[in-house]
Antibody
Framework: EVKLVESGGGLVKPGGSLRLSCAGS????????MNWVRQAPGKGLEWVSS????????YYTESVKGRFTISRDNAKNSLYLHMSSLRAEDTAVYYC???????????WGQGTMVTISS | SVLTQSPGTLSLSPGERATLSCRAS???????LAWYQQKPGQAPRLLIY???TRATGIPDRFSGSGSGTDFTLTISRLEPEDFAVYYC??????????FGQGTKLELK
């Protein structure tokens, strides 16, 4: 079965850090750009970050630049998002998503909830 | 470019035709316009990419059309499982992906 499974979410205090992981199975993750997309409670979708198959190209949405770091380990078929200096507005479900030739996101994980609160 | 979806909520009955609109503030290449379906508690699912190409496994009652700044997702005959929130999305640069605010398709 082709799937993505996120983990690592939880409750963190403002200013804290967290690392999310995404494990791919049933396909070769190294063949694809990968992405993180988040969704605040009751809100719409917001793209967060992308990483190319060889990690050469990395992109972030403006609000997380300097605070979030995307990375990948192709040998482990895994994607990561290290988040620091977390703010209340970072509270969301975080999805990892596979890139379809840089036009759409064709495979999504089930998401992991990140809550930033004191 | 900002994507604006309309209506915000669409109330229809099974068997009816649904027409959802997505308008971009600047012209978008059709190649870079996609649609997703999201049900409560679930991840989004890709329906349409390239404005009109159905993703793998998507029934042919879903169709996409449009160009420039105006795009449409049409569901020809609604099935009970089609009631959900629908998002349009464009691929660009900085940010890479932009989503509309969503249209909720609800049971009348």
């Amino acid at each position: 079965e082709v799937k993505l499974v996120e983990s690592g979410g939880g409750l963190v205090k403002p200013g804290g850090s967290l690392r999310l992981s995404c494990a791919g199975s049933g396909f070769t993750l190294s063949n694809h750009y990968m992405n993180w997309v988040r969704q605040a409670p009751g809100k719409g979708l917001e793209w967060v970050s992308s990483i190319s198959s060889n990690s050469r190209y990395i992109y972030y949405t403006e609000s997380v630049k300097g605070r979030f770091t995307i990375s990948r380990d192709n040998a482990k078929n895994s994607l990561y998002l290290h988040m620091s200096s977390l703010r209340a507005e970072d509270t969301a479900v975080y999805y990892c998503a596979r890139d379809l030739r840089r036009v759409a996101l064709d495979l999504w994980g089930q998401g992991t909830m990140v809550t930033i609160s004191s | 470019s900002v994507l604006t979806q309309s209506p915000g909520t669409l109330s229809l009955s099974p068997g009816e035709r649904a027409t959802l609109s997505c308008r971009a503030s600047q012209s978008v290449s059709s190649s870079y316009l996609a649609w997703y379906q999201q049900k409560p508690g679930q991840a989004p699912r890709l329906l349409i990419y390239g404005a009109s190409t159905r993703a793998t496994g998507i029934p042919d009652r879903f169709s996409g059309s449009g160009s420039g700044t105006d795009f449409t997702l049409t569901i020809s005959r609604l099935e009970p499982e089609d009631f959900a929130v629908y998002y349009c999305q464009q691929y660009g640069t900085s940010p890479e992906y932009t989503f509309g605010q969503g249209t909720k398709l609800e049971l009348k």
